[in-house]
T-cell receptor, first 109, second 113 residues
Framework: KNEVEQSPQNLTAQEGEFITINCSYS?????LHWLQQHPGGGIVSLFM???GKKKHGRLIATINIQEKHSSLHITASHPRDSAVYIC???????????FGKGTRLHILP | NAGVTQTPKFQVLKTGQSMTLQCAQD?????MSWYRQDPGMGLRLIHY???????DQGEVPNGYNVSRSTTEDFPLRLLSAAPSQTSVYFC????????????FGDGTRLSIL
């Protein structure tokens, strides 16, 4: 079993819909990251959080430490949000980061 | 600032050839790492460094060497390329391990024939 699991693997939605991507992890963490990878391939860090909730524009990330679960929400989704969203856990046992396999999001106009 | 710069962006090699993937950052980050990204799999750590002169192995280090002679540069060497090393390679840096956002390069798409 992967130490960082994301769901769903693929998601197609209509423009304007509220999007939720889930991430569960089984390791002790110092921080949880959400990353975005556009079709061109570049990877950008969206959020890093260790508790509670963070918001940036239409993106919201939440984490529940007790349940070892994080969610990424996109409000009023837009075709430009189409990308792969990656959850990653900074473990508190060593210097490494463990990545989920990513969720491929496609927003239809 | 340029951030994290990777070169080349694309490369085709023949089995058995060697090459070096370059990675440079201008943010004075201590932590640098190399990942490979394969279809259906998450990013996997190849090697990492927590500072100049210090390197360590990640999850999939076999067939790769690294060195960190300066804070800025962290090259990845393929000693004898194999088709299994066909992948997209990303270099990343951050100020501290695990506590700061990772800054990624644009990636190198490598094909081994």
């Amino acid at each position: 079993k992967n130490e960082v699991e994301q769901s769903p693997q693929n998601l197609t939605a209509q423009e304007g819909e509220f999007i939720t991507i889930n991430c569960s992890y089984s390791v002790g963490i110092s921080a949880l990251h959400w990353l975005q990878q556009h079709p061109g391939g570049g990877i950008v860090s969206l959020f890093m959080l260790s508790s509670g909730k963070k918001k940036h524009g239409r993106l919201i990330a939440t984490i529940n430490i007790q349940e070892k679960h994080s969610s990424l929400h996109i409000t009023a989704s837009h075709p430009r949000d189409s990308a792969v969203y990656i959850c990653a856990a900074s473990t508190n046992r060593d210097d490494k980061i463990i990545f989920g396999k990513g969720t491929r999001l496609h927003i239809l106009p | 600032n340029a951030g994290v710069t990777q070169t080349p962006k694309f490369q085709v090699l023949k089995t058995g050839q060697s090459m070096t993937l370059q990675c440079a950052q201008d943010m004075n980050h201590e932590y640098m790492s190399w990942y490979r990204q394969d279809p259906g799999m998450g990013l996997r750590l190849i090697h990492y460094s927590v500072g100049a002169g210090i390197t360590d192995q990640g999850e999939v280090p076999n067939g790769y060497n690294v060195s960190r002679s300066t804070t800025e540069d962290f090259p990845l060497r393929l000693l004898s390329a194999a088709p299994s090393q066909t992948s997209v390679y990303f270099c990343a840096s951050s100020t501290r391990t695990g506590f700061q956002p990772q800054h990624f390069g644009d990636g190198t798409r490598l094909s081994i024939l």
